[in-house]
């Protein structure tokens, strides 16, 4: 793995000192911090269950038009609103769509904008928040003070007008990207700020380390400092941050979807088909059930794969 | 001293007035006076605090980074707000252009960007939110005050029912760490935290209200009413105030001043709910800022699904709409509720342990 030895040539960095004793001692704590970590993770079962979970709703998403019985937009209206049978294994909807194949599709967007959006966020956040740890100071008092006058805005009112903004900037011509897009944009607006703090709070501890101190006197650019031998030190956090992030994406998107803000059918996200069960939930409750079920197992995963790795990364804070 | 005991008397009466009007607005009566008391219980216990620790300058910075972030919101919503291609008065029918000439000279829509901001920004200093476009004649004020109060209502009856149940419960789960009582309520916290609202909430009404017959679906009139919307909106917070608990109370319970407090011979009851929990409370009150504020602010979902006439609908409706005013009189208003839930929970930071100095 390219994180680790990134960690461990920083430790040989130390060595200069002591030649053999420290990059030994280096060798073998760096090697066992990565190791006992994901030694712990895999005796916790929760989260290995979990884990195996994620990787197959991903596959699922990823393999959607493989796997998935027909397209997500077929109507066969000769077998509208069906409970489950052999040929619909989950039943149709009101134009008889087949749900489980709308299920897979769903998946894919809704995955789709959990990820990525975790990962603009894990980017961006990363960047403001070293930046701002490590010049500290004014600078951090000056980008702080702007996250925290961004977080005062409230989550549902920024995230409804970045939507709409994005959306209606007339950029995209594909109705479904344009959806996609602009609910990306405006979670990853609003999802970055969280990690800009963590990042921050770790990057200001790990720069009094005596690592760091030790990088510093051997003249190392402070870039190379933060990017190479800060930021692989703090990715623990930075790991379980960006884990507990995708369901509250997968949560905010099926919500924004949900209220007729998101997706708009035929497409299908997990929320767009919530919102087409709540609608006729007094005659086909299972409508609702497949959609929300699907959320709620996917969201569980995360969260206790996040749980087993906060546990894994930082064993006291069980 | 004397002080002292006066503020124990007067936290006791509010306790007990807030506590009668809770009751009485869950009967349907009283609104107002459940208001009053609130407002005085958090008013008094935020004078009593400030005074206390002598705060007094520090809550004026408070207020003073407030108005600050406030008016920085407030520009930010505005342009963004502009930056939406359509207006406010765009129908599917197209008005005649004079029409539309004659209502943007109406709200002053046709001056520059500039001086439409200026204008706005002093009616706000002058607390006029103005008037909405879409429901015409109506204030911003007047609407707002028509749902807030049951926005409110639900989020107070929510809020309490999350710690009533998530504390608790987190602390019984502490306590018997490592069992099964502790791996199977920490199960349940943990579907709690991932079930989507709209899910519990299609599942409470097919079975309650479809199935048995047992409440009403929708709507917000009675006891009956608020029982289900209530349960729906509580039980996320509920079960991340349980999981923040368990973690904070098996951090303190393994101190050293706990195991001198069972040396002493204390009750298990008096030391988990006396001593462990009041040490343990601040990650729960880190919390409960955004919580607070999250929930009060209208769970629009919530209210979606329960047809509750809370503010929810406005805030998403206002958007498509671009009712400017409202728009920016909600988004200043969730705003306002964020940044004071922030400074009353700071001020409570020094309250639970007086070791946090407020500078």
Same mark, same amino acid.
């Given at each position: 793995m390219g994180l680790r030895t990134q960690t461990i040539e920083s430790q040989e960095?130390?060595?200069?000192?002591?030649?053999v004793g420290t990059s030994l001692m280096a060798k073998i704590q760096s090697h066992s911090l990565w190791n006992e970590s994901i030694k712990r993770l895999k005796k916790n079962k929760t989260a290995i269950i979990s884990l195996y979970f994620i990787i197959f709703v991903v596959l699922v998403a990823a393999l959607a038009p493989v796997i998935?019985?027909?397209?997500?937009?077929? *109507?066969?209206v000769d077998a509208?609103? *069906?409970?489950?049978?052999?040929?619909?294994l989950l039943g149709t909807d009101a134009l008889g769509r087949d749900i489980l194949s709308r299920l897979i599709y769903g998946a894919r967007i809704s995955m789709a904008i959990a990820v990525f959006t975790a990962l603009v966020s894990l980017f961006m956040g990363t960047l403001y928040g070293a930046v701002s740890g490590w010049f500290g100071g004014k600078v951090d008092a000056i980008l702080m003070r702007l996250v925290d006058t961004l977080y005062s805005v409230p989550a549902l009112v920024l995230l409804v007008l970045a939507k709409v903004v994005i959306e209606s900037s007339?950029?995209?011509?594909d109705p479904e990207f344009r959806a996609l897009f602009s609910i990306f944009g405006a979670l990853s607006i609003y999802g970055w700020m969280g990690m800009a703090r963590i990042v921050r709070g770790q990057v200001l501890q790990a720069k009094e380390m005596s690592y760091v101190e030790a990088a510093r006197a051997l003249g190392i650019q402070q870039f190379s400092i933060v990017s190479r031998h800060i930021i692989p030190n703090i990715l623990g956090p930075v790991i379980v941050t960006l884990t507990f992030q995708i369901p509250s994406n997968v949560m905010f998107e099926s919500f924004l979807s949900f209220i007729g803000l998101g997706l708009q059918p035929p497409f299908s996200s997990w929320g767009v088909l919530a919102n087409e069960g709540w609608r006729s939930l007094r005659s086909f409750p299972h409508l609702i059930l497949s959609p929300g079920i699907a959320i709620f197992l996917t969201m569980l995963a995360f969260n206790m794969l996040g749980d087993g790795l906060r546990d894994a990364f930082d064993p006291k804070m069980k | 001293m004397e002080k002292e005991k006066l503020f124990d008397a007067y936290k006791i009466f509010m306790g007990l007035m807030a506590l009668m009007g809770l009751i009485m607005s869950f009967f349907g009566f009283g609104i107002p006076f459940f208001w009053t008391t609130f407002g005085i219980l958090v008013l008094g216990s935020f004078i009593v605090v400030v005074i206390k620790q002598n705060m007094l300058s520090y809550l004026l910075k408070r207020c003073f980074e407030a108005g600050i972030t406030l008016f920085i919101i407030a520009t930010l919503v505005f342009l963004l707000l502009r930056l939406m291609?359509?207006?406010?008065?765009?129908?599917?029918?197209a008005l005649p252009p004079e029409v539309m000439a004659n209502l943007a000279a109406k709200y002053n829509l046709d001056a520059p960007l500039y001086q439409q901001f200026f204008q706005y920004m002093n009616q706000l200093v002058h607390g006029d939110l103005g008037e909405s476009y879409k429901y015409i004649g109506r204030p911003v004020s007047t609407i707002i005050g028509d749902t807030f109060p049951v926005s409110f209502q639900l989020g107070v009856y929510a809020l309490i029912l999350s710690y009533l149940v998530g504390i608790p419960l987190g602390v019984i789960a502490a306590n018997k760490h490592n069992s099964w009582l502790d791996s199977s309520s920490m199960f349940v916290a943990m579907s709690g935290v991932s079930l989507p609202s709209f899910l519990t909430g299609a599942i409470f009404i097919f079975l309650f209200?479809?199935?048995?017959?047992?409440?009403?679906?929708?709507?917000?009139?009675g006891p009956s009413f608020y029982i289900l919307p209530v349960l729906t909106l509580g039980l996320r917070p509920a079960a991340i105030i349980a999981r923040l608990t368990r973690s904070s109370v098996l951090d303190v319970i393994r101190s050293d001043f706990v195991r001198t407090a069972y040396a002493k011979g204390l009750s298990q009851r008096v030391i988990l709910f006396k001593h462990v929990l009041k040490n343990s409370l601040i990650p729960v009150l880190t919390y409960s800022g955004p919580l607070i504020a999250d929930i009060l602010s209208g769970a629009f979902i919530i209210e979606m699904i329960f047809s509750i006439p809370g503010m929810g609908k406005h805030l998403i409706l206002s958007v498509t709409n671009r009712d400017y005013p409202l728009v920016l009189g909600l988004a200043l208003l969730f705003s306002v509720i964020l940044v004071l839930c922030n400074l009353v929970v700071d001020l409570f930071y020094a309250v639970v342990d007086p070791r946090i100095q407020l500078a």
């Amino acid at each position: 793995m390219g994180l680790r030895t990134q960690t461990i040539e920083s430790q040989e960095l130390l060595t200069t000192k002591d030649k053999v004793g420290t990059s030994l001692m280096a060798k073998i704590q760096s090697h066992s911090l990565w190791n006992e970590s994901i030694k712990r993770l895999k005796k916790n079962k929760t989260a290995i269950i979990s884990l195996y979970f994620i990787i197959f709703v991903v596959l699922v998403a990823a393999l959607a038009p493989v796997i998935a019985p027909y397209p997500y937009d077929l *109507q066969n209206v000769d077998a509208t609103l *069906q409970g489950p049978s052999l040929k619909y294994l989950l039943g149709t909807d009101a134009l008889g769509r087949d749900i489980l194949s709308r299920l897979i599709y769903g998946a894919r967007i809704s995955m789709a904008i959990a990820v990525f959006t975790a990962l603009v966020s894990l980017f961006m956040g990363t960047l403001y928040g070293a930046v701002s740890g490590w010049f500290g100071g004014k600078v951090d008092a000056i980008l702080m003070r702007l996250v925290d006058t961004l977080y005062s805005v409230p989550a549902l009112v920024l995230l409804v007008l970045a939507k709409v903004v994005i959306e209606s900037s007339g950029y995209f011509h594909d109705p479904e990207f344009r959806a996609l897009f602009s609910i990306f944009g405006a979670l990853s607006i609003y999802g970055w700020m969280g990690m800009a703090r963590i990042v921050r709070g770790q990057v200001l501890q790990a720069k009094e380390m005596s690592y760091v101190e030790a990088a510093r006197a051997l003249g190392i650019q402070q870039f190379s400092i933060v990017s190479r031998h800060i930021i692989p030190n703090i990715l623990g956090p930075v790991i379980v941050t960006l884990t507990f992030q995708i369901p509250s994406n997968v949560m905010f998107e099926s919500f924004l979807s949900f209220i007729g803000l998101g997706l708009q059918p035929p497409f299908s996200s997990w929320g767009v088909l919530a919102n087409e069960g709540w609608r006729s939930l007094r005659s086909f409750p299972h409508l609702i059930l497949s959609p929300g079920i699907a959320i709620f197992l996917t969201m569980l995963a995360f969260n206790m794969l996040g749980d087993g790795l906060r546990d894994a990364f930082d064993p006291k804070m069980k | 001293m004397e002080k002292e005991k006066l503020f124990d008397a007067y936290k006791i009466f509010m306790g007990l007035m807030a506590l009668m009007g809770l009751i009485m607005s869950f009967f349907g009566f009283g609104i107002p006076f459940f208001w009053t008391t609130f407002g005085i219980l958090v008013l008094g216990s935020f004078i009593v605090v400030v005074i206390k620790q002598n705060m007094l300058s520090y809550l004026l910075k408070r207020c003073f980074e407030a108005g600050i972030t406030l008016f920085i919101i407030a520009t930010l919503v505005f342009l963004l707000l502009r930056l939406m291609p359509g207006g406010p008065f765009d129908a599917e029918k197209a008005l005649p252009p004079e029409v539309m000439a004659n209502l943007a000279a109406k709200y002053n829509l046709d001056a520059p960007l500039y001086q439409q901001f200026f204008q706005y920004m002093n009616q706000l200093v002058h607390g006029d939110l103005g008037e909405s476009y879409k429901y015409i004649g109506r204030p911003v004020s007047t609407i707002i005050g028509d749902t807030f109060p049951v926005s409110f209502q639900l989020g107070v009856y929510a809020l309490i029912l999350s710690y009533l149940v998530g504390i608790p419960l987190g602390v019984i789960a502490a306590n018997k760490h490592n069992s099964w009582l502790d791996s199977s309520s920490m199960f349940v916290a943990m579907s709690g935290v991932s079930l989507p609202s709209f899910l519990t909430g299609a599942i409470f009404i097919f079975l309650f209200c479809f199935q048995w017959k047992l409440l009403p679906p929708g709507s917000w009139e009675g006891p009956s009413f608020y029982i289900l919307p209530v349960l729906t909106l509580g039980l996320r917070p509920a079960a991340i105030i349980a999981r923040l608990t368990r973690s904070s109370v098996l951090d303190v319970i393994r101190s050293d001043f706990v195991r001198t407090a069972y040396a002493k011979g204390l009750s298990q009851r008096v030391i988990l709910f006396k001593h462990v929990l009041k040490n343990s409370l601040i990650p729960v009150l880190t919390y409960s800022g955004p919580l607070i504020a999250d929930i009060l602010s209208g769970a629009f979902i919530i209210e979606m699904i329960f047809s509750i006439p809370g503010m929810g609908k406005h805030l998403i409706l206002s958007v498509t709409n671009r009712d400017y005013p409202l728009v920016l009189g909600l988004a200043l208003l969730f705003s306002v509720i964020l940044v004071l839930c922030n400074l009353v929970v700071d001020l409570f930071y020094a309250v639970v342990d007086p070791r946090i100095q407020l500078a």
